[in-house]
């Protein structure tokens, strides 16, 4: 995962955690505007996401945060 990614997924886990709690879920969708203006890192967050690690639809933002700090 480019670094670009990887610190635009922390720093929106972040922002939804501080307003909304620890319990807050996200779905990738939650990293990018609603228009579609960079398909291949949306393509690159969704294989990281379903592909690769087979995440439901919706994850918890702090279990998502971990997994990107760890490098997974």
Not at 25 to 41: Q, R, T, V, W
Request: charge should be positive; charged fraction near 30%; glycine fraction near 4%.
């Amino acid at each position: 995962m480019r670094a670009s990614l990887r610190n635009k997924i922390i720093e929106v886990c972040d922002k939804k955690m501080a307003l909304k709690g620890q319990s807050v879920g996200l779905s990738f969708y939650a990293f990018f505007a609603n228009k579609n203006d960079d398909p291949e890192l949306l393509m690159e967050a969704a294989t990281w996401w379903i592909k690769t690690h087979q995440l439901d639809h919706f994850e918890k933002a702090i279990k998502i945060k971990k997994m990107v700090e760890k490098g997974l």
